[in-house]
């Protein structure tokens, strides 16, 4: 104890913070102090994300001074010292301050910093790293999760994410760095007053003049996405937008959801209230920081959500239809190893390269030979769409927003497409089950006990298991009729998330049944997995 005190001493000596050395004075005689000591949060699957609070293990001012020092070094050793950087925030708690420490390092380190004006979406950040050709883009955001967190994204050139070994080396360049006092901080920055406009032009102009009109129920969750997205739309030709208004300005709390995530039950429901009351064409719903979005539609006379893997094949098909082959001679389109595997049959119908990723974007964008040739869309189940490559290389919530709308309108029913897509290439019925844990341990335990004595079926169902160790901590079990179960912890979240598949064949005079039964295979597919886990 006597060392973790001393630890704890030095760090507070070190903070920028009186309020966090206060805090973590404060914790000192508290068994909550070796939490808060036990080491910098690490490059996850996009970025740094943690509670924001005192100490070494989460989301501060000294952390993120830390942190960008060894950004900066790490950049000026890669021959990108001076270059520019551009830095941008959501409106969680603590990110104006982050944003200005950040911006500060990097400018005192000599870089040409640019900043966002003012809480703004994490792709619009993605956007202006790749237009202004910066070597790195940060934007200080935690998207979809809880209240208590924020984080730390960070683009590299062309507004990528890192992948290994630059994440290892970054956090390498970090515990060399010296406490957060002694790191010089500047305000010699510029600020990026032009950045949204130009972002909001490139978005609208996928959308072609609508076919008709069209009515939008739309939620940003609190978020950042509701002005821009609305004015998206607007220069899309998309007037008729109606937001929840107790959901449409920046709120930290979050007041009106447990989760700010399309995906969490409940989430939504006020967004689809609102859809039957104005009698909407679509629903449309953004997270916090606006990369992702999921769709709402009518459906036998009553509103639901579209899964992210439905909402990625009918954007995906939109895509492929309309695709310039001169532009595009060599087109690819990519998901992840967790995602619904029609887009494989889609891509195959429509002649064009396919992969499939691990899990996360910064995997999805360098699809196929490693640097995402010839790309013009990708999805992962999660409500994250790719749908204009060259200008955004990660999801982005708004341009998928506009693409959507620009299908939607067609005058044809989204609802119709995807049986036109379930009779073409199979009923697709996925889902998820999800362990939120408060100890990690459970986690690594319980894919070290599944490892050890996997499962010989599923279901009723014979499977066969595959471990992807050393590449990423996931197991895929594999059964006829499309089972498909890839169990993983989460890279953002406290989670063991395991996703399902299951696919039954279907004709124009068979879809219904073949729908029930694929809704009942998923339904025992869950509740085995469920067991599974939580065995």
């Given at each position: 104890?006597?060392?973790?005190?001393?630890?704890?001493?030095?760090?507070?000596?070190?903070?920028?913070?009186?309020?966090?050395?206060?805090?973590?004075?404060?914790?000192?005689?508290?068994?909550?102090?070796?939490?808060?000591?036990?080491?910098?949060?690490?490059?996850?699957?996009?970025?740094?994300?943690?509670?924001?609070?005192?100490?070494?293990?989460?989301?501060?001012?000294?952390?993120?001074?830390?942190?960008?020092?060894?950004?900066?070094?790490?950049?000026?050793?890669?021959?990108?010292?001076?270059?520019?950087?551009?830095?941008?925030?959501?409106?969680?708690?603590?990110?104006?301050?982050?944003?200005?420490?950040?911006?500060?390092?990097?400018?005192?380190?000599?870089?040409?910093?640019?900043?966002?004006?003012?809480?703004?979406?994490?792709?619009?950040?993605?956007?202006?790293?790749?237009?202004?050709?910066?070597?790195?883009?940060?934007?200080?955001?935690?998207?979809?999760?809880?209240?208590?967190?924020?984080?730390?994204?960070?683009?590299?050139?062309?507004?990528?994410?890192?992948?290994?070994?630059?994440?290892?080396?970054?956090?390498?360049?970090?515990?060399?760095?010296?406490?957060?006092?002694?790191?010089?901080?500047?305000?010699?920055?510029?600020?990026?007053?032009?950045?949204?406009?130009?972002?909001?032009?490139?978005?609208?102009?996928?959308?072609?003049?609508?076919?008709?009109?069209?009515?939008?129920?739309?939620?940003?969750?609190?978020?950042?996405?509701?002005?821009?997205?609305?004015?998206?739309?607007r220069r899309a030709g998309f007037d008729d937008v109606h937001f929840v208004a107790s959901q449409s300005e920046p709120d930290p709390d979050f007041p009106t959801v447990g989760f700010p995530n399309p995906e969490e039950p409940g989430a939504t429901d006020a967004l689809l209230e609102l859809a039957e009351e104005i009698d909407a064409d679509l629903a449309i719903a953004l997270d916090p920081d606006a990369d992702r979005c999921a769709l709402g539609i009518r459906e036998d006379g009553s509103w639901r959500m579209l899964r992210g893997d439905e909402t990625g094949v009918l954007l995906a098909q939109h895509v492929l239809s309309g695709l310039d082959r001169e532009e595009h001679p060599d087109p690819l389109v990519a998901t992840t190893i967790v995602s619904a595997t029609m887009l494989r049959s889609l891509a195959a119908e429509h002649g064009v390269r396919y992969d499939e990723t691990l899990t996360g974007f910064k995997w999805l964008v360098r699809a196929g030979d490693g640097a995402g040739t010839g790309l013009v869309y990708a999805y992962e189940e999660a409500l994250g769409h790719c749908v204009d490559p060259d200008h955004v290389r990660d999801k982005d919530g708004i341009s998928t927003a506009v693409l959507a709308c620009d299908l939607a309108a067609r005058g044809r029913s989204l609802s119709g497409m995807l049986d036109e897509l379930s009779i073409a290439h199979g009923v697709h019925r996925t889902g998820q089950v999800s362990v939120r844990v408060t100890d990690l341990a459970v986690i690594a335990e319980t894919m070290r006990r599944l490892r050890a004595d996997p499962p010989e079926e599923l279901a009723g169902s014979p499977v066969a298991v595959r471990d992807l160790l050393p590449g990423t901590d996931a197991l895929v079990l594999t059964g006829a009729g499309g089972l498909r179960v890839v169990i993983r912890p989460s890279g953002t979240e406290p989670k063991l998330k395991c996703y399902l598949q299951v696919v039954e064949a279907a004709a124009d005079d068979t879809l219904d049944t073949a729908k029930r039964v694929a809704a009942q295979r998923l339904s025992e597919l869950e509740d085995a997995v469920a067991d599974l886990v939580r065995d």
């Open positions: 104890m006597d060392g973790l005190r001393e630890a704890a001493e030095r760090w507070i000596a070190g903070d920028v913070d009186p309020a966090a050395r206060a805090e973590l004075r404060a914790l000192l005689d508290s068994p909550e102090l070796a939490d808060r000591m036990s080491g910098m949060p690490t490059f996850g699957t996009a970025g740094l994300r943690g509670p924001v609070r005192a100490g070494a293990n989460g989301m501060n001012r000294a952390v993120v001074i830390r942190t960008t020092a060894g950004v900066a070094e790490w950049l000026s050793a890669q021959g990108n010292g001076g270059g520019i950087v551009v830095v941008g925030r959501d409106a969680r708690r603590g990110s104006e301050d982050f944003a200005a420490d950040a911006a500060g390092v990097l400018a005192a380190a000599g870089f040409d910093v640019r900043v966002m004006p003012e809480p703004l979406p994490t792709p619009v950040v993605a956007f202006a790293t790749r237009a202004l050709d910066a070597v790195a883009g940060i934007q200080i955001t935690a998207s979809h999760n809880p209240p208590q967190d924020n984080g730390y994204k960070l683009y590299l050139r062309g507004g990528i994410h890192l992948v290994g070994p630059s994440d290892t080396e970054i956090e390498a360049a970090i515990a060399r760095t010296p406490d957060a006092a002694s790191v010089p901080r500047s305000r010699d920055w510029s600020v990026l007053d032009n950045a949204l406009d130009e972002y909001l032009t490139r978005v609208s102009s996928l959308a072609r003049p609508p076919a008709g009109p069209l009515r939008i129920a739309a939620t940003a969750l609190h978020g950042v996405g509701a002005r821009p997205l609305r004015e998206a739309l």
